[in-house]
């Protein structure tokens, strides 16, 4: 079935540091999945921070970038400098579609941003 | 603006006992509806998803069910509770267009005692 592997929490980064959260997956029903970066902030639910879905092509939000490299099937998230409102726990996660349209999701990165 | 409601925000149960969770969606005709469960420390899976009214599919067997009775809610039930039922409940949409993105609810946060 389908994988995904994301950076091991918890993770610790000074304020204005820049940041990277790594994710690799395994998608067996699709060549090219949808990928997706989900975050939930400290009391509220799971939102979308970004999708992509072409190979080869860069989705951003919030100053976060993640680039979708089928050679490598990563999908890693960065940020240039984070603030400190930026801690969360990202998920990244992928869609193969069918009828089911089931998001695999990794286990989550919990960041927490030092000031 | 289209808006997803779960109920109960958290619950506390006993083992052997009944549960209803529910969830809302409001502002968008004929979603496509996903349940998914997050037990502690656990990966977010899916359990069930329905693409219209009365028709839900299973897929993972966790001796829970689903239902759809009206286009914009979705049950998730069991006649017996498990202590391995404990964990995170989040009701999603979609819409098949939109690159199969989903949005998913607040989350309902069961503990079985």
């Known amino acids: 079935g389908d994988s995904v592997t994301q950076t091991e929490g918890p993770v610790t980064v000074s304020e204005s540091e820049s940041l990277i959260i790594n994710c690799t997956y395994s998608?067996?029903?699709?060549?090219?999945?949808?990928l997706f970066w989900y975050v939930r902030y400290p009391g509220e639910g799971l939102q979308l921070l970004l999708k992509?879905?072409?190979?080869?092509q860069k989705g951003s939000s919030r100053g976060f970038e993640a680039t979708y490299n089928k050679e490598t099937t990563s999908f890693h998230l960065q940020k240039a400098s984070v603030q400190e409102s930026d801690s969360a726990v990202y998920y990244c996660?992928?869609?193969?579609?069918?009828?089911?349209?089931?998001?695999?999701f990794g286990k989550g990165t919990k960041l927490s941003v030092k000031s | 603006a289209q808006t997803i409601h779960q109920w109960p925000v958290a619950e506390i149960k006993a083992v052997g006992s009944p549960l209803s969770l529910g969830c809302t969606i409001k502002?968008?005709?004929?979603?496509?509806l996903y349940w998914y469960w997050q037990a502690t420390g656990g990966t977010l899976q899916q359990l069930f998803y329905?693409?219209?009214?009365?028709?839900v599919e299973s897929v993972v067997q966790l001796n829970l069910s689903a239902s759809r009775p009206k286009d914009d809610q979705f049950i998730l039930s069991t006649e017996k509770l498990l202590l391995s039922h404990s964990g995170f409940y989040l009701c999603?949409?979609?819409?098949?267009?939109?690159?199969?993105?989903?949005?998913f609810g607040p989350g309902t946060r069961l503990t079985v005692l």
């Open positions: 329905s693409i219209t009214v009365g028709q």
């Open positions: 998608a067996t029903s699709i060549a090219y999945p949808n």
């Open positions: 502002g968008k005709s004929s979603p496509n």
């Open positions: 999603a949409w979609s819409l098949m267009d939109w690159g199969y993105e989903q949005y």
């Open positions: 992509v879905i072409t190979a080869g």
């Open positions: 996660a992928l869609n193969s579609g069918g009828s089911n349209a089931k998001l695999t």
